[in-house]
Nanobody
Framework: QVQLVESGGGLVQAGGSLRLSCAAS????????MAWFRQAPGKEREFVAG????????YYADSAKGRFTISRDNTKNTVYLQIDSLKPEDTAVFYC????????????????????WGQGTQVTVSS
């Protein structure tokens, strides 16, 4: 059974930083495109950042450019999201997602493209 387990969320003051982690129990993790989405209260889940299975292509939502950095460590089956200069509007549950990427086009912003999802980690930013 595939599991994606997020960690690293918490309560932080505006201007602070967090690094979220997502550990995946995927046998062929290195063949999966990975992404982070977030869902704020009362809003739809939205794409934040994605990384290609080769690690050489990264994609960001406009709202994430400049403050968010996605990375992966295939030796640890883990994808990370570094968030700097946190703002109260970043408050949300952050979800990790995985989709088999080697053999199909990567529609990184589409939730339905992904095969697996984690349970989410809460990020709360106080002003």
């Amino acid at each position: 059974q595939v599991q994606l387990v997020e960690s690293g969320g918490g309560l932080v003051q505006a201007g602070g930083s967090l690094r979220l982690s997502c550990a995946a129990s995927l046998r062929t993790f290195s063949n999966y495109n990975m992404a982070w989405f977030r869902q704020a209260p009362g809003k739809e889940r939205e794409f934040v950042a994605g990384i290609f299975w080769t690690g050489d292509r990264k994609y960001y939502a406009d709202s994430a450019k400049g403050r968010f950095t996605i990375s992966r460590d295939n030796t640890k089956n883990t994808v990370y999201l570094q968030i700097d200069s946190l703002k109260p509007e970043d408050t949300a549950v952050f979800y990790c997602a995985a989709g088999q990427g080697e053999s199909r086009t990567y529609y990184y912003q589409r939730r339905e493209w992904y095969d697996y999802w984690g349970q989410g980690t809460q990020v709360t930013v106080s002003s």
